[in-house]
């Protein structure tokens, strides 16, 4: 089956630094996602991605749509404490019953 | 915001217990997913709805249950529950569009524990 890859698998920064995480694939996807998941909770929504080279932007989070369509890319600019949790990327294709396939995670944890 | 509601939060239970998990959405959303994580790790796709009346098996095998009868309400069963079966249980919707993928929306989970 599909697999997503992200990396880096855990990362520690410090609080104002810039953080880039990347997914990859070995298949196609036609729609990314990225959400952050809090401990004890489920994931939230942070950017939907729907074009190939599409940038978009939420707030301090940034992700890219790549041009080969298997792989994103989310940074983060300026770190916050609250910023630490878990992020995933997740792919999809149209025709699926939108099934999502989720990556790994990239676990992040900031210190002051 | 996305209001979907999973109970319960938290669940520990003796081997060979029935056990249903509950989901409902206030959304209207026709789709509706149950995943499967284990604490940090990536989430796997066990059970989806299209709509009433409508469910399928997800990628990953699994020896629970679901239905859907009514739109907002998508329970998750489990006939004898075992150790196994230990794991943490989301339930997400999203809307159906005919183009686009619409993003899901997840509840805060069960955890269970079986012993």
């Known amino acids: 089956g599909q697999q997503l890859n992200q990396s880096p698998q855990s990362m520690f920064i410090q609080e104002g630094e810039d953080v880039s995480m990347n997914c990859t694939s070995s298949?196609?996807?036609?729609?990314w996602l990225w959400y952050k998941q809090d401990p004890g909770e489920g994931p939230v929504l942070l950017i939907a991605l729907y074009k190939a080279g599409e940038l978009t932007s939420n707030g301090r989070l940034t992700a890219q749509f790549g041009i080969t369509r298997k792989d994103s890319f989310l940074n983060i600019s300026a770190s916050i404490p609250s910023d630490v949790g878990i992020y995933f990327c997740?792919?999809?294709?149209?025709?699926?019953?939108?099934?999502?396939?989720f990556g790994t995670g990239t676990r992040l944890q900031v210190t002051l | 915001e996305a209001d979907i509601y999973q109970t319960p939060r938290y669940l520990v239970i003796g081997t060979g217990k029935k056990i249903t998990l509950e989901c409902s959405q206030t959304?209207?959303?026709?789709?509706m997913y149950w995943y499967q994580q284990d604490p940090g790790m990536e989430l796997h796709l066990i059970h989806y709805?299209?709509?009433?009346?409508?469910?399928e098996k997800g990628d990953l095998s699994s020896e629970s249950t679901v239905s859907r009868i009514r739109t907002e309400h998508f329970p998750l069963t489990l006939e004898s529950a075992r150790p196994s079966h230990t794991s943490q249980y989301l339930c997400?919707?999203?809307?159906?569009?005919?183009?686009?993928?619409?993003?899901?929306?997840f509840g805060d989970g069960t955890r269970l524990s079986i012993l």
């Open positions: 997740a792919g999809a294709n149209t025709g699926t019953a939108s099934k999502l396939t």
């Open positions: 709805s299209y709509g009433v009346n409508s469910t």
């Open positions: 298949s196609i996807f036609n729609t």
């Open positions: 959304m209207g959303h026709d789709k």
């Open positions: 997400a919707s999203s809307e159906q569009h005919r183009e686009t993928n619409q993003p899901q929306h």
